[in-house]
């Protein structure tokens, strides 16, 4: 096995944690302040990204860290993608590697994970919204299965430019090959 290989092995994937909400802050303040996959153009802070943790873990929800050696390589989340009933079985994702960690195979191991929980918890569809179209996040999402689902064009701004969102979208477990055992109130 590789030295990567055999790294990524002993990564762990777990649900976040409060504790965590420093570290969550930190590798998401790296993208809003270096990149266009935030349209954020302020970093959380930790007590804001901690109530993110909780909001999302509340609704039981998946949102997960991968860890090596008690660092925190990155973190993924699933939130609603809009807030209407009917669309109640479709999520949207979001994922962040350290910068440390790119290109290991962490974002991998967490979209695999954060996939099947979500599916565990009920929805069938989800959605990569990906700011300014990062040639990584598609590249990561088209990999596990993701396929284009539309762009729009300059519907953000960020460093003086303007940006287009993206959008692809992963089947989950039945996805429509069947009917949920509930329907949306």
Known sequence: MSDAGQALTEVAVR???????????????????????????????CAQTEQKIRDILSKGWPFIVAERAETIMGYASVTAFRDRPAYGYTCEDSIYVDSAFVGQGVGVQLMRALMAQA?????????????GGEPASVALHRKLGFTHAGRMRNVGRKFGRWLATVYMQAEL????????????A
């Open 119 to 131: 599916s565990d918890c009920g929805f069938r569809q989800m959605i990569a919204v990906i700011g």
């Open 173 to 184: 477990g039945a996805g429509d090959r069947s009917a949920p055992a509930r329907e949306p």
């Open 15 to 45: 649900s976040a944690r409060a504790a965590d909400s420093e570290a969550i802050a930190r590798i998401y303040a790296h993208y809003v302040r270096n990149s266009t996959a935030s349209f954020d153009t302020e970093p959380r802070t």
